[in-house]
Nanobody, 124 residues
Framework: QVQLVESGGGLVQAGGSLRLSCAAS????????MGWFRQAPGKEREFVAA????????SYRASVKGRFTISRDNAKNTVYLQMNSLKAEDAAVYYC?????????????????WGQGTQVTVSS
């Protein structure tokens, strides 16, 4: 059974930083791309960032480029999202997800396993 467990969310002031982690188990972690998505109240889930299976390629939504960094440690079966210069509009529940393939993808239906989410709150 595949499990994804996020951690690292919390309350931060605008301009601050948080680092999210997602620990995976139940499948060969290094064979699949990983992604981060977020969902704010009343809004649809949206793509944030993704990383290929071996970590060589990444993709970001335009609004987080230059502020967020996705990375992975295949030896630890963990994917990270470093979030800097946080803005009020970044507040949401953040989900990590494991893709159906090894390449970077940004569409939710191309991910088949999801974590339970971690709340990020940004105060202004």
């Amino acid at each position: 059974q595949v499990q994804l467990v996020e951690s690292g969310g919390g309350l931060v002031q605008a301009g601050g930083s948080l680092r999210l982690s997602c620990a995976a188990s139940g499948r060969t972690f290094s064979s699949y791309a990983m992604g981060w998505f977020r969902q704010a109240p009343g809004k649809e889930r949206e793509f944030v960032a993704a990383i290929s299976a071996r970590g060589g390629r990444t993709s970001y939504r335009a609004s987080v480029k230059g502020r967020f960094t996705i990375s992975r440690d295949n030896a630890k079966n963990t994917v990270y999202l470093q979030m800097n210069s946080l803005k009020a509009e970044d507040a949401a529940v953040y989900y990590c997800a494991s893709a159906k393939a090894s390449v970077v993808v940004s569409i939710p239906y191309l991910y088949n396993y999801w974590g339970q989410g971690t709340q990020v709150t940004v105060s202004s």
